[in-house]
Structures are given as structure tokens and as C-alpha cells.
């Protein structure tokens, strides 16, 4: 197989770093997100289409990240594209809105089990930070629980005690509690009786650097329950698995409601809108929240979004093909892995599946798999959940997975100490 290397991509990061702290900031970085071996990260594409990309360097990769998410169609998808290039056109950032946004709000209203309105913004941040002021709004309390290690984005009170830039104030509401420990909850509500607003939470556990969990069977049901007995409102972020296990929210898909649904990356295959949709019960609470953007109104990405949301419904079944394409990597990597007497694991949902060679729990074993997948055109993250797309095949499934073959045989031939098979 051809070993990739990345002269144009290292040349660009180092004029980068110049003029840009961190040179690539956040996740799309080589060590926020993906922390694979800067020898092997690509850094910059140059082109992307359907489930590829190209990099400076004209390297070829099966991308499993799918832009970490939004791209659920695959890259430049025509249908997407042209919708938002029309509307484009007609007029994209107007002193009076178009009426696109009415259209999206009806259509999430039609897909989405608990919608009934939605308010858009840019990104996911954005709406899970209205979500949690409209629950304070509803309920005049200020403290939020949340899940341990859960990520909700990168507002002042996403953030933690001692990161850098965050004041203690910025975080005394938050209260912690771990995943599926209903006891733990349980407490927490009767320690502060009164005084917690919602409960926001991502729909199973897809946390970075650990194995992912899904929900313990009737969890949810009785986190409902506890909200319910309590007056908390119950938040689901489902910015990263919206949209790719049913269509109807990832609440649904778990069997409970929520009151206030957040998304963002899949909703417009790659346009840059996000939505918060809600309950009857809680729009007034959310329309006396102040909160607005530059470009909130921007026409282009609403019309993305519909075009975007028809063709999912379209589909004979889109999160079925996601879940198959991910079921497929899920069972191919922990059989490659078993030959080569690797313990690779796979967790989480099919298509936002995670992996992690649980023999070595520093991960730099993963981390040097996952590098040499990269460089022979298999586009992994090392640490976080990966996101499948409609535009694989099971061709990238079968290539991935030979990819993935010589990329343990070279990590076992560097590692005989631990005796695993080349
Ligand atoms: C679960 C979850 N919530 C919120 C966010 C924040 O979204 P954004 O980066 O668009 O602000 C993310 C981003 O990855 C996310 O995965």
C-alpha cells in the first residue's frame, strides 16, 4: 500500500502558526480532535467529495469524521448545494428575512417528535446556550446538571473550574453527575430542591478519550420521570447524533421526550445553521430570552436544511445505510484486530462509532494505529467518536478494514515485546 507523506500540508501549517494561534485551532487541529501524530495529519484539504477527501499533497482519504459531523449526505451533495446557491442568489443576508426560516420551522416541526417551533443560529454552541437560558426563563432557577465529561460547546459555562479564560463564577451553577447513575441524580435534585432549571445531556454517552456508553435500559425513562416530579427541564443536545439514528431525535429513538431539543452539524449537510426546537410549553419562555446573531438570518443554510431534511426523508432509510456502514467497520476492525491479538474495540452507535486498543490505556498503541491508517488513506480520529455518511459504500467498509490489516501488522511488528501477531 502507498505510505502518504505531507510536504504542501507541512509547509502550509508552519506559515500557519505564524498568523493564527495554534495554527489550526479547536477540533480540526492535530491535537484537539483527532491527536494523531502530527507526522501523520493531513492538515489541509484541498477538495472533498461524497465520502473523500484530498489533501495539499493530492493524498486520497475515506473520511470518517465527515467534517465531525455535518456532512451527512456526503461531501458536495448537488441537491444540497444548488438549493442553497438559489437562494443565495435571491438575496442571503437581507435587512428583512426571507421566509425560509417559516419553511424550516414547519418542516423540523413535521420530522422532529417533540418540535413545536424552532428558533435557528449558526452553531451548536448557540443553541444549547439558549436552551439553558430558556430553561432559567421557565423556571426562574439557575443551576444546570450535567453529565461528567459531556461536551456541550465552548460558552463560559460549557466550560470548567481552571481552564484557562473561565472565571469560578462562570461555572457555579453547573453540577456534575455520572452517566446512567440514576442514584447519583436522584441526590443531586434533593441536595438543591427548588433551585435546578434543566438537566441538559447528550442522548447516550459519546464522550471523548473513553469508550462509549449507551443508555442503561429505562434510564431515560426515569430521568424523564425525576424532571417531570421535579419541574426541570430536560435538554438533549443532539448536535452530534442528530439527524443519524431517526430522523425524529435521538429522544425518540431512546423511547422518552424531551422538552427542548438542540441541533446543529447534520441539519443542513455542511450549511451553517443550528436549531433549538421545543415544546408549546416552553416558546413563550424562549421568545423573552434576548438573543440574536449577525448572521442568524442568513437565507442560504435554511434552504440548505429543507433540502437537506426532504432528502433524508427520501432516502429508503438513511440511518439504517449509517448504521450499516458503521456496523460494518464496528465488526471488521474488532475481527482484523482479534487476528492480529489486538483487543480493538468498538462502542457506541454504529454510525457515530468509537475505537480504542484497550491493551495499552496511555492510547499511544491506538494512537500509532490510527496513524498509520491515516497514512495509507484511512481518515480516523484517535480519540473521538467518528461520523458515517450517506455516501459510503461497502467498498470504503472493505478498504477501510484492509487498511486498518496493515496498520496493525506494522504496529505489532514495532511492538514484539507484547507479542502481537504481524
Ligand atoms: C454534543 C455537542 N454539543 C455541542 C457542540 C458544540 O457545537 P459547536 O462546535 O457547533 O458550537 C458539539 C460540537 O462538537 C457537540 O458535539
Known amino acids: 500500500m502507498e505510505i502518504y507523506d505531507y510536504p504542501k500540508n507541512r509547509e502550509a501549517f508552519a506559515r500557519a502558526v505564524k498568523v493564527i494561534p495554534g495554527g489550526i485551532y479547536g477540533h480540526l487541529g492535530p491535537t484537539e480532535g483527532c491527536h494523531i501524530p502530527a507526522s501523520a495529519y493531513p492538515f489541509y484539504s484541498e477538495r472533498a467529495e461524497g465520502a473523500y477527501i484530498w489533501d495539499l ?55 422532529v417528535n417533540i418540535a413545536d417551533w424552532s428558533l435557528f443560529a449558526k452553531n451548536g454552541a ?18 444546570i446538571v ?28 453547573n453540577i456534575y453527575v455520572e452517566w446512567n447513575n440514576i442514584q447519583q441524580l436522584k441526590d443531586v435534585i434533593n441536595a438543591n430542591k427548588g433551585e435546578i432549571a434543566a438537566i441538559i445531556a447528550m442522548p447516550y454517552n459519546h464522550t471523548v478519550f473513553q469508550d462509549n456508553e449507551l443508555p442503561a435500559p429505562g434510564f431515560w425513562q426515569q430521568v424523564r420521570k425525576l424532571c417531570d416530579d421535579n419541574g426541570i427541564v430536560l435538554i438533549i443536545d443532539d448536535v452530534r447524533a442528530g439527524f443519524r439514528l431517526d430522523l425524529a ?4 429513538y431512546f423511547g422518552f421526550e424531551a422538552d427542548l431539543i438542540c441541533f446543529c452539524k447534520a441539519l443542513a449537510n455542511g450549511w451553517n445553521v443550528s436549531a433549538l426546537c421545543g415544546k408549546d410549553s416552553l416558546k413563550q419562555a424562549c421568545s ?30 438513511a440511518p439504517g445505510h449509517m448504521r450499516q456502514i458503521g456496523e ?18 468498538a462502542t457506541g452507535e454504529p454510525s457515530l462509532f468509537y475505537l480504542r486498543i484497550a491493551d495499552d490505556d ?5 494512537q500509532e494505529f490510527i496513524a498509520e491508517c491515516v497514512k495509507r488513506g484511512s481518515l480516523l480520529a484517535s480519540h473521538h467518536n467518528h461520523f458515517t455518511n450517506l455516501a459510503e459504500t461497502q467498498e470504503d467498509v472493505d478498504k ?23
Not at 448557540?126 to 443551576?143: E, Q, W, Y
Not at 431525535?249 to 425518540?252: A, I, L, N, V
Not at 434576548?290 to 433524508?312: D, R, V
Request: hydrophobic fraction near 40%; aromatic fraction near 8%; glycine fraction near 10%.
Open 288 to 317: 423573552s430570552v434576548m438573543y440574536t446573531g449577525s448572521y442568524w438570518h442568513t437565507a442560504a443554510p435554511f434552504a440548505a436544511a429543507i433540502a437537506n431534511i426532504k432528502k433524508l426523508h427520501a432516502h429508503p432509510d
Open 126 to 143: 448557540d443553541v444549547t446556550n439558549l436552551a439553558m437560558m430558556t430553561a432559567r426563563a421557565a423556571t426562574g432557577r439557575n443551576k
Open 249 to 252: 431525535g435521538s429522544d425518540h
Open 362 to 366: 496511555s492510547f499511544k498503541l491506538h
Open 57 to 111: 499533497d493530492g493524498n486520497k482519504f475515506i473520511d470518517h469524521l465527515a467534517a465531525y459531523g455535518p456532512m451527512i449526505q456526503g461531501y458536495a451533495d448537488e441537491d444540497i448545494n444548488k438549493a442553497a446557491f438559489e437562494a443565495n442568489k435571491l438575496g442571503d443576508v437581507v435587512t428583512l428575512p426571507g421566509t425560509l426560516s417559516i419553511d424550516l420551522a414547519e418542516l423540523l416541526a413535521e420530522t
Open 328 to 345: 460494518g467497520i464496528m465488526e471488521g476492525m474488532e475481527k482484523v484486530g482479534a487476528n492480529h491479538g489486538f483487543h480493538l474495540k
Open 146 to 173: 450535567m453529565f461528567k465529561g459531556c461536551y456541550h460547546g465552548t460558552n463560559m459555562w460549557h466550560q470548567h473550574e481552571g481552564d484557562p479564560g473561565v472565571a469560578p463564577g462562570d461555572v457555579e451553577n
Open 400 to 422: 477501510t478494514i484492509e487498511i486498518a490489516d496493515e496498520a496493525l501488522s506494522v504496529v505489532a511488528s514495532r511492538h514484539p515485546e507484547m507479542g502481537f501477531t504481524a
